[in-house]
């Protein structure tokens, strides 16, 4: 279903992935620009740590109608540390440059947490690449008021947190996927993951190494520095011109309801909010199926605007 690709569109050697229906088989391949006319091309922005195959269970409901891709976040695209001031404008700055070069747009950009938050930005700068986003719990500063001062608050308080402490801190090395399994599966942000979402980010999270070892595909200097440069989007969703669907977990720590309520109330019309019930800030993990349903309908729902 996705193949990885690496290359440099001048953003440095990056990894994306690419597949779907419509890129299956070679005769098709060559006439993607004909498919997007009627039926754009997903990107998929996935989560912090998380790689773009960690999400198999969820993009596997969209591959026999759409082409999907999924630009790695900088993170799982090698062995180079993060410079000190790389933030996620640098990540958006990625994605567009991305898009720009392989011509996929106008796309649907799908995105979770932070990969939610930089598909914002992305899209606020450069309108021109995005046909609809969907933004699954999309990463912020908390409360009414912090995010308008972001650059005071990340990095020089957000990179003492102890999130960020313990992430650097993150096994980088496992004998066995099952071990990666054994070790992460009681933990409080994995213990709602469906059995499906564990094992596709087993999977994708480790490549094996010439010693038989496996090795951490997106490094942990690179989440921490992630989680050190939080940024919000609601300033970039107050310039959104595209259909957007804005979907909060009932029980995200990031979105309680009041504070989701202020913003949201403040958004444009193209901006359509909604909470999933029930399930908390990893609700594709939770349940890739039945959020993948929302996002369907909704889909479904657009009026096809030409190219």
């Not at 349940?287 to 996002?295: F, L, M, N, P, Q």
Request: hydrophobic share 40%; net charge neutral; glycine share 6%.
């Amino acid at each position: 279903m996705l193949e990885y690709r690496q290359g440099n569109f001048g953003r440095g050697e990056a990894v994306w992935l690419q597949g779907g229906q419509a890129l299956q088989n070679q005769a098709l391949r060559n006439q993607v620009r004909q498919h997007v006319a009627t039926q754009p091309a997903i990107h998929f922005a996935p989560a912090n740590g998380f790689p773009v195959a960690s999400y198999r269970f969820f993009l596997k409901h969209f591959a026999d109608e759409y082409p999907l891709l999924g630009l790695e976040n900088r993170g799982a695209w090698g062995k180079q540390p993060p410079a000190p001031d790389f933030n996620w404008r640098g990540h958006a700055d990625d994605l567009i440059a991305f898009l720009d070069q392989h011509g996929h747009g106008p796309v649907i950009g799908i995105g979770h947490s932070i990969g939610a938050t930089v598909t914002t930005l992305a899209a606020a700068r450069r309108p021109d690449l995005f046909r609809a986003l969907i933004l699954c719990d999309p990463a912020t500063l908390p409360g009414r008021y912090l995010y308008r001062a972001h650059r005071l608050v990340a990095p020089h308080f957000t990179r003492h947190l102890s999130l960020v402490k313990r992430t650097r801190k993150r096994p980088t090395h496992w004998p066995s996927r099952q071990a990666f399994i054994d070790y992460h599966r009681n933990k409080p942000v994995f213990l709602p993951f469906s059995d499906e979402a564990f094992a596709d980010y087993a999977e994708a999270a480790l490549i094996e190494q010439d010693d038989g070892q496996l090795a951490m595909r997106y490094h942990p200097d690179w989440e921490a520095q992630n989680f050190s440069q939080t940024h919000s989007p609601w300033q970039a969703l107050k310039r959104i011109q595209c259909p957007t669907l804005l979907l909060r977990a009932e029980h995200s720590f990031l979105h309680p309801e009041a504070v989701f309520r202020y913003h949201s109330q403040r958004l444009p019309d193209v901006v359509d909010c909604m909470t999933v019930a029930g399930r908390g800030h990893m609700l594709l993990q939770e349940d890739g199926d039945g959020v993948a349903e929302h996002c369907k309908h909704w889909l479904d729902s657009l009026t096809p605007v030409p190219i």
